[in-house]
Every structure is written in structure tokens, then in C-alpha cells.
């Protein structure tokens, strides 16, 4: 059931300048989604009646974010007006106008803001019968941050912004952390109180505070024991801190499922991605997307895994693999690069130095090393021979080639396609196979050996080739 009485104002209009990027602020990925997903998805957890997400810089890519992690969510364009204050305003004039819940604000930079802290706020609030309730924080160096002075009694006094803060201000190390419950008709009443009579000529949220704190309103500041939840994301080295956080977590869940991390330091796995237990991850892999690892599965060391599907028991060494599927028993690596569209069957292998593309490998068939196969469907029980190269292109279009199942293709073969190589056939050593191969058959492509007796002493004189060829000559 949602909460009829909660609305939910997303805050995520801000340009972001100090990432310097062409890419907006609230859409650098973290675990392999936007900053924004993760604040929507905590949204979304919430199950508030109403949600409201207020945008402006890079409007249509920040809204298309918005559109597909929660439909539910209205879409505010913020005006020319500036300020916190002037978005709640408008996200606020959005709601229906007989909501007379509580409204959540947060900010959409706030990545690491988890449910359950958003819902302990919420409670504490509703349980005081506060107009206003914020979230407040302990931080070692408070520079940039709002500060909470509060009274001799510990009450909620008033926020000190840093540029007005005084020397005695500056010093306190409890900040805003930019996070607020208000009782919607408080909330009405006084964003119609605000105004751009300041420095900045801009409408602050924190101004609605001071306005109840002043009439005598129930104001109160309540503070997180992690100080990291409610840390903001304003440049790229806070955006790091927050993602390396974010994978600390994520690891920890993992570990706590049964899945084993033997070096949570080297590893990254990504929010979507999905593991069972009894899975091994050596150091230095990376599971991406929507990567699904089944039990038993040994990934890595060095192996980076996006959107891939891994099978029970399989074992993926030192590869790079993307929308790949490896089924269940099958062995992959070490230095194999599978290109999207590689499937290979159960207790399959693809072995060092091979790439694949558009291959279907059938089960129990193997390419172990040193091969190229691309746009090719290869049957089950297969062996296709060290150094082959599936030649898929013709310089205009892309075409497929057919291995059948037991065929065994001896090494260096290039398969020209379009071809088809029937069951049980055999290819020889270094055949170009440009016609298909009829089932049970025998392909080869040799050419007469021709020995030139002397060529050495007669073209490479003086050369130690030269000398070792003449002293092995029998003697005439």
C-alpha cells in the first residue's frame, strides 16, 4: 500500500559546473547506473502517493532518466527563477491541490540516501507533529556544508549558510544535509514568504526553515549516525569516493548471500548484476550490468564481465566478455575476448587467445586457442583447430558460416564464407576451405612440396645459415 500521505520532491535541476563534463551531473554512473537512478530508485522505495522530480539543465536526457527508472514520477521544468526554494515551489504547485500529507525533499546528487534512513526521518517527524524536520550530520570537515546552530537546549535553532557563517559559526561540524519533511500546508504557506533578495538573488529552501522557526513552528534537526549517506556528489572526486562506498556495500551483500570475494578491493560489481551462492570471484574482475552468475561459477582473476550469463560451475579466466552466455560446466579463457552474441554450450571451451562474435558454440565443443570465429553456428562436439579463422566478411557484407557437430578441423584453416561443414567432417592442417564439405567427408587444400637443393649456400653466402647448411651437406 503507498503512503497517501507522503509526496516525495526530487531535486534535479542543477548544472553540476564543478564536474566539468558534457555529461549532466546527475547522469555519471554509479554501479553501472546514473546518480539520478539511485536517488529514484530509493523513491521509489519509499511507495510515496506522489513523486516530483524538478529539472532543467540538460531537461530532456535528465527526464528521459526519470521517465524510465519511475514513470510514476510528474516531470517539473524549473522556470528562470533560481533557487532550491523556487523548485520545491513549483514541484509543490504540481502536487493536487487537497494533498495535505507530508512532503520528503531531497536532492538528486545524493546517491548513497537509502530508504531507511529517509523512513526513520518521516516517522521521527510525524511522531513530533513538526511543520519541518531535517536531516543534519556530523561531518570532521564541514566546509561548504549549511551549519545547524542549535539553542542552549539542543533544539534546532537556525541554518548558517558558510559565506555568512561567523568565525565562532564556521567552527560547529554539524551540517544541513540538504534533506526535509514539511507539513505540505507549513510548506505552502511559506514558499509564498520567499523571495531573491539575497547575494545570490536566488530562493532558498532553507529560508521556508527559518520562517518557521521564527513564528514558532515545530522545527527540529535530526542526525545520521553514517555521515557518508546523506554526502553529495558535486565533483568527480566525490563521485569516486561514493561509487568505491557504493561497491563496498554492494560486496559486503554479496559476501553475506554466500558468494565468495577474495579481493574486495580489486572487485566491482555492479547494482543489477546478480549472483548465487557458492560463486568464486578472483581478484581484479569486474561483473557489469546485468551480468547473472550461476552457483559454482569461478570468475576471474582479471576477467571483466557486461550483461553476461554465466552457468553453474562454469570457469571465466582472465577474459573480457560482453552479452555473452556461457552455459553450465563450460571454460572460458585465459585471454579470450567474447564479443557480443557469443554462446557456448554446456562443458564447452574457448580457450587462450580467442575471439569470438555471433558465435553459437554447441555443447562440449571446443576452440582452444589462437582462433577468430565470427557470424558462425559450430554443432556439438566439435574441435576447431589452433589459428583458425572464420572469415566472415567479404570487404561489403557480413556472412555466416556452419560447423556441424563432431567435426574435427585441423589447424590453421581459414573458413571462407558463406560455408557449410557437415556432421562428422575433417578439414587437414592449413586448409582454405571456400566450398562446403559434405558430412563424413575430408577437406585439404595442398599443394606440391618443392625442396630448391642449395638455396641457402647459393643466396644467403657468408650467413650462418649458410655455414651450418654446409657443414651438414654430406661430402661429395
Known amino acids: 500500500m503507498s503512503d497517501k500521505k507522503l509526496a516525495v520532491v526530487i531535486l534535479a535541476a542543477g548544472q553540476g559546473t564543478r564536474m566539468k563534463s558534457r555529461l549532466p551531473k546527475l547522469l555519471h554512473p554509479i554501479a553501472g547506473a546514473p546518480m539520478l537512478s539511485h536517488v529514484l530508485a ?36 524549473q522556470d528562470e527563477t533560481p533557487g532550491t526554494g523556487r523548485a520545491v515551489e513549483q514541484a509543490v504547485e504540481a502536487l493536487p491541490s487537497d494533498f495535505d500529507g507530508d512532503v520528503l525533499v531531497i536532492n538528486g546528487d545524493v546517491p548513497l540516501l537509502d530508504s531507511g534512513t529517509l523512513t526513520q526521518l518521516v516517522e521521527k517527524h510525524r511522531a513530533a507533529v513538526a511543520s519541518a524536520t531535517l536531516l543534519s550530520a556530523m561531518l570532521e570537515d564541514a566546509t561548504g556544508y549549511g551549519r545547524i546552530i542549535r539553542a542552549k537546549d539542543g533544539s534546532l535553532d537556525r541554518i548558517v549558510e558558510q559565506k555568512d557563517a561567523s568565525v565562532a559559526e564556521l567552527s560547529v561540524n554539524e551540517i544541513n544535509a540538504g534533506v526535509y519533511v514539511f507539513a505540505s500546508s507549513a510548506l505552502r504557506r511559506e514558499l509564498t514568504k520567499l523571495t531573491t533578495d539575497n547575494a545570490q538573488a536566488e530562493k532558498y529552501i532553507t529560508d521556508v526553515v527559518g520562517h518557521l522557526r521564527e513564528t514558532g513552528e515545530s522545527v527540529s534537526a535530526v542526525s545520521v549516525s553514517e555521515p557518508w549517506v546523506i554526502e553529495g556528489v558535486n565533483d568527480r572526486v566525490q563521485l569516486s569516493a561514493a561509487a568505491a562506498r557504493l561497491n563496498t556495500l554492494i560486496i559486503r551483500g554479496w559476501q553475506r548471500e554466500g558468494v565468495t570475494v577474495q579481493d574486495p578491493s580489486s572487485t566491482w560489481i555492479d547494482i543489477k548484476a546478480s549472483l548465487a551462492p557458492d560463486v568464486t570471484i578472483k ?43 556461457i552455459a553450465a560446466g563450460a571454460t572460458v579463457g585465459p585471454f579470450s575476448y567474447l564479443r557480443p552474441g557469443t554462446s557456448l554450450g554446456e562443458n564447452g571451451k574457448i580457450g587462450a587467445f580467442v575471439e569470438t562474435k555471433n558465435a553459437n558454440i554447441g555443447g562440449g565443443s571446443k576452440v582452444p586457442h589462437l582462433s577468430y570465429v565470427g557470424d558462425a553456428t559450430v554443432g556439438e562436439g566439435a574441435n576447431i583447430g589452433a589459428g583458425t579463422i572464420f ?5 561489403v557484407n557480413k556472412h555466416s558460416s556452419v560447423i556441424g557437430s563432431h567435426v574435427r578441423t585441423g589447424s590453421h584453416n581459414v573458413f571462407v564464407a558463406p560455408i557449410t561443414i557437415g556432421d562428422g567432417a575433417y578439414t587437414g592442417a592449413g586448409t582454405v576451405v571456400r566450398k562446403n564439405v559434405p558430412a563424413g567427408s575430408l577437406a585439404i587444400s595442398v599443394a606440391p612440396q618443392r625442396n630448391m637443393d642449395g638455396w641457402t649456400t647459393a643466396n644467403r653466402p657468408g650467413t650462418a645459415a649458410a655455414d651450418a647448411a654446409a657443414a651438414a651437406e654430406p661430402e661429395k
Not at 290 to 315: F, H, K, Q, S
Open 391 to 395: 572469415a566472415n566478411y567479404d570487404g
Open 42 to 77: 530509493t523513491a521509489r522505495a519509499l511507495d510515496a502517493e506522489h513523486v516530483v522530480t524538478v529539472v532543467r539543465h540538460e531537461r530532456d536526457r535528465v527526464a528521459e532518466v526519470v521517465v524510465s527508472e519511475l514513470a510514476a514520477s510528474l516531470v517539473v521544468d
Open 283 to 325: 581478484p581484479g574482475t569486474q561483473i557489469l550490468g546485468a551480468t547473472v552468475v550461476a552457483a559454482g561459477a569461478e570468475i576471474g582473476p582479471d576477467t571483466t564481465l557486461v550483461d553476461c550469463e554465466i552457468g553453474e560451475d562454469a570457469v571465466v579466466t582472465r577474459t573480457d566478455a560482453t552479452l555473452a552466455v
